[in-house]
Structures are given as structure tokens and as C-alpha cells.
């Protein structure tokens, strides 16, 4: 029931993300129910699929449903933690825009494909595959589609230079820092540092 949980999740979350990328099928939707009442459905949609995913993946683990496809060597999970702290900073250029994302123009969703690696290198069981694979394929997907869009999208944030980066990687570490310490071992139940298993 877990991966089913979390399959329904995956097809929310990224069913309305790939309907954003579908300018078309945006405009027609905004055509029919407004800027503000789409862009409600898209967030209420995207959120219940993040919800889904969360709960489906801790069914998968609590009812013993656990599927290893093959079992990663112990140093993949020091490498998916030292991939975790560039990831969590690109993201967080993306809302500090500098030197950053100038470089990496969609620091984001490189953040998010980082992050899925980083989690796939260190876990060989279904459920893994399933959420951090799919993600992966989205961000990748989500790019590619970037290149071909001909209208402007949400206004830029403008971008700044060096001090940007510089606080992006301040902030980036301290949230990286809040996820390994914190978030991981209280809302997954696995240690980062120190743990016989990374996990998720």
C-alpha cells in the first residue's frame, strides 16, 4: 500500500509540474479558470503530491514492504552526504540569485538532480528508485522543456554578483546543516553522520 501511496504522490507532484511546462495547456487553463484559481490548483495539487510522497515512503518502510534491489557500498552513503551540501546551496541560489545562477542559469532544478543522485548512489531498495528516479527524471525533463519555451514566465528575481554568493552558501550550509541534523533523523528516522544506512 506504501508504494502505491507514494506512486500517487509522484504522478500529482509531477503531473502539475509538467502541465506548467505545457505552455499550451497553461494558457488554456488560465483561459478557463483564471491566473489566480489555476495557479491555487496547481499548488494545492503539487503540495497533496509532496504529502503523498512523505507518507507513502514511510508506509513503504513501516509495514515492512522493503524492496533491495542491490545493496550501495558503505562509502556511496559519505559521498551522498558531501553531494547534499553543494545541492542544498544551489537551490538556495535560486531565492539569492548572484554569480550562482548566472552560472547554472536554472540552479534549482540542478540542485534537484544533485540531490536525486546523491540519494540514488546510496540506496538500492524500490522505494528509493522510485521517488528519487522519478525526480531525477522530472528535473531533467523540466530543463530540456526550459529551452523550448517562447513566453517570459514569472518575472526574474533580480540577480545579483559575489556578496549573493556568498550569502547563498552561508544560508545554503546552515539549512544543509538543520537537514542533516534535525529533519533527517525526525521526519525520516535515519541519521545522516554516523548512521549504518544514509536512507532518504
Known sequence: MGLVVLVLGLV??????????????????????GEIPYKGLI???????IVLMG????EYRAEGEWIELYD????TRHLSALLM???????????IPGNIKRVLKHPMLSGVKLW??????????????LIFGSLLAWAVYDRISLKHRTDPGAPPIPVG???NDILAVVVGTI????????????????????????GT
Open 43 to 49: 499548488s494545492v495539487v503539487s503540495l497533496a503530491g
Open 175 to 198: 539549512l544543509y546543516l538543520a537537514l542533516a541534523f534535525v529533519f533527517h533523523p525526525l521526519v525520516i528516522g535515519r541519521a545522516v553522520f554516523g548512521s549504518p544506512a544514509l
Open 116 to 129: 536525486a543522485v546523491a540519494h540514488l548512489i546510496a540506496n538500492g531498495d524500490l522505494g528509493s528508485i
Open 161 to 163: 554578483g559575489r556578496r
Open 12 to 33: 500529482l507532484f509531477i503531473g502539475a509540474h509538467v502541465v506548467v511546462s505545457r505552455r499550451d495547456r497553461r494558457a488554456a487553463l488560465v483561459a478557463r479558470l
Open 72 to 75: 550501495p557500498p558503505t562509502w
Open 55 to 58: 507518507w507513502g515512503f514511510a
Open 85 to 95: 551540501w553543494p545541492s542544498v546551496i544551489m537551490v538556495t541560489a535560486a531565492y
